[in-house]
C-alpha cells in the first residue's frame, strides 16, 4: 500500500499548490482594469486586456493540450488500427491557432469584444445568438466532463483511489479558483500546469524507453513485432474520412470560446495573433511525449510486466494506455510525477471550459437578452451562480453517463458544422442576416446529425455515398455490434452547405424584401427592411466610420445604461480620436433623437 499513500501525498501537494496560485493570482489582480474604468465582470471575462505574450502563450496552450489531447494522443498511436498517422490531433490543433492567429484573432480582438458571440448578436439579433450559444455550450460541458472522467479513470489506475472522490475533488479545486478569480487564476494556474505537464511526462519517457520489457521503438515502428508496427498507415479507402477528421480539427478548432477567451484578453491584436502562433508552437513540442509513450506501449511485451500477459488493447483498456505504461514501466515515484502531468492537463482544460460557458451566458444570454440594464455586480454574481452550475452539471455526467466521449465528439461535431461558417459570414461576409444565419443553422445540424454518431449509437438517416456496415466485437464480453460507418466526408461537407445556405438565403432574403416582391410588413425577423427603417435608426446608435456597431439591434437605447453594455461594440481606446471628441460631444448635448413609444 505504499505506492498508495505516496500518490496521494503527491496529489494533495500539486492540488495545494494549484490552488495557492489560483488564489494568489485573483489577490493580485483583484483590482485589475479599475483604473481603465473596466467594469468587473469584464475584468473577470477576458483579464482585463493585458495579459502578456508569456502568461499568455502558456495558457492558449495549456487550454488544447489537456487530458484528452495528452491521453488521445498516446491512445492513437499505441492503437494497431490507427498509429501515428491517425494521430491528427497536435498537427491539426497546431494548424488550427495558426488559422486562427491568421485570419480571426486581429479582427475579433481589435473589434474589442468580450466573447465569441459578440457579434453574432452584433449582426444576427440577440435570438439567433441565444441560438448559436446551446451548440457552444453543449461543447464545453462536454468536454469538461469527458476530461474530468478520463481524470477519475487515470487516478484509479496509479493511485487505485475511488474514481467518483477523484473526480468531485479536482471538479472543486478547478471551480474554487476559477470563482474567486476568473480569466486571471485560470491563466496563472495554467502556467504551473504547463510546466507540470512537460516535466511529468518527460520525467517518465526515459524510464518507460529503458524498461526490460520495452523493444526498440525504432524497430516497431517499421515492423510487427507485439503489433502492427506504431506508425500507422492510411488505406485509400479511408484517405476522405483522414481528410475529413483533420479539417474538422483544423477549422473546428477556431469557433471555441476558451480561444477567443485569450484572443481578446491580449493587450492588442497583434498579441492575439502572436499569442495564437506562440500555442501552436507549444502545441506540437508538448504532443512529443504522448506520441513517444504511446509508441513505448505498442512497443511493451505486457507479459513482462505486472500489469499481466493480456495487452491493454485486449482488455478494452487502449484509452488508459498512459497512465498504464506509468503504472507499470516507471518506478513508483516516477509514474506519480506522470499522474501529476495528467491531472495537471485535466485542470488547465476544465477550468477553462467552465469559465467560458459562464462567461457567454452571462453576458450574451443574461445581460443581452433578458437584463440590458443589468448592475455590473448583478453580472458578476451571474457568472460565479453559472461557474458553479456548469462545473457541477459537468462533474454530474462525468460521474453518471458512460456515453460522455460519444456526446463530445458528436458537440464538437456541430461546433465545426454550425458555429464555423456563421463566424466566417458574421466576420467576413457582408451582406448576410438573420434569415440565412436560421437556414445555415439547420442545415448543418440536419446533414451532421443525419449521418450518425456511432459512439452514441445513434443510426443515421442520411446514407452518404461509400457507407458500409462494420461489426465489432467486444473483447471482454463477446457480444457483436453493427455500426454504418460513413466514408463519405460529410462533416466537412455539412459545413460547407451550412455557409453556403446562409448566404444564399441572406441574399435572396435581401433581395425579395428590397425589390419589394415580399411586403415589408413579413420581415418578422427585422433583419432586412426593419433594420434599416428611420424607427429602428431612432433607436439605435450606429457607430459606421469605425465599422462598430453600438448596441446594434440588440436593444433599444434606455436611459440607464450600464458601462458595460454602453461600450459592448465600441470600445473608445480602438476609436479614433475625432470619434471620441464627437462622442462626448453628443453625450453633453440634450437627447432629442428618441420618439415616444
Known sequence: MTI????????????????AVGIWAAWKNK?????EGTDRSETIMVGGRDIGLFVGGFTMTATWVGGGYINGTAESVYLPDSGLAWAQAPFGYALSLVVG??????????????????????????????????????GEIFWSAAILSALGATLSVIVDINIKMSVVISALIAIFYTLVGGLYSVAYTDVVQLFCIFIGLWISVPFALTNPAVTDISIT??????????????????????????????????????????VLSASSATYAQVLSFIAAFGCLVMAVPSVLIGAIGASTDWNQTSYGAIPPIEKEEADMILPIVLQHLCPPFVSFFGLGAVSAAVMSSADSSILSASSMFARNIYQMTFRQSASDREIVWVMRITIFVF???????????????????????????II????????????????GSVAGYLFGMVLRIGGGEPYLHLPPFIYYPGWTIENRIHQLTGESEEFVIQKFPFKTISMVASFLGNVAVS????????????????????????????????????????????????????????????????????????????EEEEESSPDTSHHDE
Not at 480571426?104 to 450559444?133: C, E, H, N, W
Not at 477528421?245 to 477567451?261: A, D, E, H, K, S
Not at 466566417?424 to 451582406?431: A, E, H, P, R
Request: net charge positive; proline share 4%.
Open 4 to 19: 498508495h499513500v505516496e500518490g496521494l501525498v503527491a496529489i494533495a501537494i500539486f492540488y495545494l499548490l494549484i490552488l
Open 31 to 35: 483590482h485589475s482594469g479599475e483604473a
Open 101 to 138: 492567429g491568421l485570419f480571426f484573432a486581429k479582427p475579433m480582438r481589435s473589434r474589442g469584444y468580450v466573447t465569441m458571440l459578440d457579434p453574432f448578436q452584433q449582426i444576427y439579433g440577440k435570438r439567433m445568438g441565444g441560438l448559436l450559444f446551446i451548440p457552444a455550450l453543449m
Open 221 to 262: 515502428a517499421v515492423k510487427q513485432v507485439y503489433q502492427a508496427p506504431w506508425i500507422g498507415s492510411i488505406r485509400k479507402s479511408d484517405s476522405w474520412v483522414w481528410i475529413d477528421n483533420f479539417c474538422l480539427l483544423m477549422l473546428g478548432g477556431i469557433p471555441w470560446q476558451v480561444y477567443f477567451q485569450r
Open 391 to 417: 462545473g457541477g452539471l459537468a462533474t454530474v455526467m462525468a460521474l453518471v453517463t458512460g456515453t460522455v466521449y460519444g456526446l463530445w465528439y458528436l458537440s464538437s461535431d456541430l461546433v465545426y458544422v
Open 420 to 435: 464555423f461558417p456563421q463566424l466566417i459570414s458574421v466576420l467576413f461576409v457582408k451582406g448576410t442576416n438573420t434569415y
Open 507 to 582: 441574399y435572396l432574403a435581401k433581395y425579395l424584401f428590397e425589390s419589394g416582391k415580399i411586403s415589408h410588413k413579413y420581415d418578422f425577423l427585422d433583419a432586412v427592411v426593419s433594420k434599416h427603417s428611420g424607427e429602428i435608426m431612432d433607436k439605435t446608435t450606429l457607430v459606421t466610420r469605425s465599422n462598430n456597431i453600438g448596441l446594434s439591434e440588440m436593444a433599444s437605447v434606455k436611459p440607464r445604461l450600464s458601462v458595460t453594455l454602453a461600450a459592448a461594440f465600441t470600445r473608445r481606446d480602438t476609436m479614433p480620436k475625432e470619434m471620441v471628441e464627437e
